[in-house]
């Protein structure tokens, strides 16, 4: 047998790129998985120490491993995601190899020839399965600071501890910023936040966990054909909320009376100071008319359903901002942690698969480019997707798909031993 080449490879090792395998192993297509670093590396090397899901154990869902836990309702911790993820690849002795580069995928007349760090591979199907969070990405900004600042992406913030005494910038309000403002608000030190235009939504509603009811209500099974956004549904910001110490909402208005100061969006740096836009008030309210929003649509299904739930209350701001901070003085600023997003970066994959912001084709996950798949992206069908919750439902599609170009190739083979790791 060849040992460089397979029908199928799989380019990724964390959920996405191991769901495939688990699909692909059913249907006994021989295919190997490379991963660059190692096993959920992105879990381990790229979330803080106090990192937790934001969406419950029970939406855990890896085909053939679903969440086996005594905490459904809960929030898995960093390194319990670690331990999930290396007991599903245990659990069907995936055929991983770690610390395998790909350098350049290209296609050719019979397949694909992948140029890696260990040599080359050929296959005859290629799923890529690496999610598109490549590049973490600083703005221009970044390079005029002042030396005596440190700086880190929110990919290689840890804790408070990493950082030297003194105050601290976090830019960006998504997910990862305002979590990370929330965990150094929480370890005592002085957080400056500029805030952007990220909505966030509430964790408990009327008794539940507000993921339990958009599930129900049919939210997570929508399909981004259907959606009202279409495509641009992708380059949604993710809703801030946190699953820390059981769940809770993130309310900034509620950290700046607790003394985190915020911002608006950050604009320039100028004279030693960083200007900002003054937009703070609108985007908090923003944030907080979309929060509603939400709960709006969860009033109406429970109405319309006869669901006895106890009624809650409307949010009334806790805070408001009494003037309009326009810039920040970095004389006390001892770090800033940038928490504006990465760069997608597909270009070492040589095959006309991409449109011209370099975002793949595709039907859910069927690119334009025969043999060529992707595994893992937000909201590659649904807005589980890119998450624990929906990758399984996609990488079956793609498996048949897959399964079908395969017989189509080649001869059947015989079913296969997995390959060592």
């Known amino acids: 047998m060849n040992n460089t080449h397979f029908p199928v490879v799989i380019i990724g090792g964390g959920q996405a790129g191991l769901a495939m395998s688990w699909s692909l192993t ?11 670093h190692q096993l959920a590396w992105a879990w381990r090397e790229q979330r803080w120490d106090n990192f937790c899901l934001v969406t419950p154990n029970w939406q855990c869902k890896l085909p053939g491993f679903p969440y086996d ?3 459904p309702h809960g929030f898995m911790l960093r390194d319990e995601i670690v ?17 395998v580069n790909v350098l350049r995928v290209v296609k050719t007349d019979r397949g694909f020839q992948l140029l890696t760090s260990v040599g080359e591979f050929t296959a005859d199907q290629v799923v890529i399965a690496v999610g598109n969070y490549h590049r973490p990405r600083f703005p221009d900004i970044s390079a005029q600071l002042p030396a005596n600042i440190m700086q880190v992406h929110s ?51 009327r008794g539940r966990d507000v993921v339990d009811w958009l599930d129900d209500m049919g939210h997570y099974r929508l399909t981004v054909g259907d959606h009202p956004l279409g495509e641009d549904a992708r380059r949604k910001t993710n809703h801030y909320v946190t699953g820390r110490d059981g769940g809770r909402d993130i309310d900034l208005r509620a950290f700046a009376l607790q003394g985190m100061q915020l911002y608006g969006r950050l604009l320039e740096y100028r004279d030693g100071k960083l200007l900002t836009a003054d937009d703070l008030k609108t985007n908090l309210d923003k944030a907080d008319a979309t929060s509603q929003k939400i709960k709006d649509s969860i ?6 359903q006869g669901i006895a739930a106890p009624p809650e209350a409307r949010y009334q701001p806790v805070w408001q901002p009494d003037s309009h901070p326009t810039h920040i003085d970095l004389t006390a600023i001892s770090a800033i942690v940038w928490a504006v997003g990465f760069h997608t970066d597909f270009s070492w994959i040589a095959a006309p698969a991409f449109n011209d912001q370099g ?9 334009v480019q025969a043999g060529l798949y992707f595994l893992g992206l937000p909201w590659l069908w649904t807005w589980g997707s890119g998450r624990f919750e929906g990758v399984g439902e996609d990488a079956a599609w793609l ?9 189509h190739k080649s001869q059947p083979e015989a079913a296969y031993v997995n390959e060592p790791r």
């Open 299 to 304: 009033d109406v299904w429970i109405a319309e």
């Open 83 to 99: 331990d999930y993820v290396e007991r599903y690849a245990r659990s069907f002795d995936a055929p991983l190899r770690e610390g």
């Open 359 to 367: 975002y793949p084709l595709h039907t859910r996950g069927v690119s």
């Open 69 to 71: 836990g005594d905490d």
């Open 155 to 205: 990919a290689n913030y840890k804790s408070a501890q990493q950082l030297p005494e003194g105050e601290v910038l976090v830019v960006g309000s998504a997910q990862s910023g305002a979590q990370i403002a929330e965990d150094l608000h929480l370890a005592g030190r002085r957080v400056h936040l500029c805030v952007g235009s990220a909505p966030r939504v509430a964790r408990f509603y």
């Open 26 to 36: 059913q249907k006994n297509i021989r295919h190997i998985v490379l991963e660059r």
């Open 399 to 407: 498996a048949e798909a897959i399964a079908a170009q395969h017989q």
